[in-house]
């Protein structure tokens, strides 16, 4: 069971589970609650494709290169950061990536012509890690369980404020909720407290600002 719990853990990282929940409501056909919403899924393919590069370049690329220069530097001593101390540095990076990535769409759209989940996502991860390091000077609080529950959390907002939707990738979101905590668990890298503690502040997180985004921005 090790190896594929590494496989799964490896697969879905915390910084790249959230983008496939993105990437899936890009492409899924969907009916807006009201005419005057802005859809993803409407959006022309190359819109898409320089909002997800806009995605990976912030909330993967530039994290990841940050942390190997942590590593290098031997200010954190493994690239999965097994000692709590080691992960408030890279929980502070990605809050600051995500507040950057949040700006630059404030900043391009200022109308907001485009969908507010393409800001509201990335507030998100930036409330999730900020949250995060603080609860980690208290418990070793899982990044991959907060991940996920920022995909579930997200796709739940996705689902509520949408009309004929298709609920399976909510299910399966939730289904590979357990996969993934189960991971982590067998791989002995948290308590089952940790992973549900992760899991329920992020998706709890996740659906409140992704569900009443629309109804806050300027």
């Known amino acids: 069971m090790q190896l594929p719990a590494k496989i799964i853990s490896w ?39 320089v909002i997800l590069g806009v995605f990976i370049i912030f909330a993967v690329l530039a994290p990841a290169i940050s942390y190997y220069s942590l590593f290098r ?58 949250l995060f390091t603080f609860v980690n000077r208290w418990t070793k609080i899982s990044l991959h369980a907060g991940g996920v529950g920022i995909l579930v959390g997200y796709l739940v907002a996705f689902h509520s404020s949408h009309v004929l939707t298709p609920v399976q990738p909510v299910i399966v979101a939730v289904l590979l909720s357990g996969i993934i905590l189960s991971s982590r668990y067998i791989l002995a890298k948290h308590t ?12 709890a997180i ?11 921005q300027l």
């Open 11 to 49: 697969l879905f990282l915390p910084f790249l589970t959230p983008i496939y929940g993105l990437w899936i409501t890009m492409y899924i056909p969907v009916e807006e609650l009201t005419v005057e919403s802005n859809s993803l899924y409407l959006l022309p393919p190359e819109i898409k494709r």
């Open 73 to 130: 530097r031997k200010l954190i001593s493994t690239v999965e950061m097994d000692d709590k101390s080691e992960r408030n540095a890279p929980l502070l990076i990605m809050f600051a990536y995500c507040m950057v990535m949040y700006t630059l769409f404030w900043y391009k759209d200022p109308q907001h012509l485009l969908p507010s989940y393409v800001s509201s996502l990335p507030l998100t991860g930036a409330l999730v890690a900020l």
């Open 192 to 203: 089952l407290f940790q992973l549900n503690l992760g899991w329920c502040l992020a998706s």
């Open 206 to 216: 996740s659906f409140v600002v992704n569900y009443f985004y629309p109804f806050i």
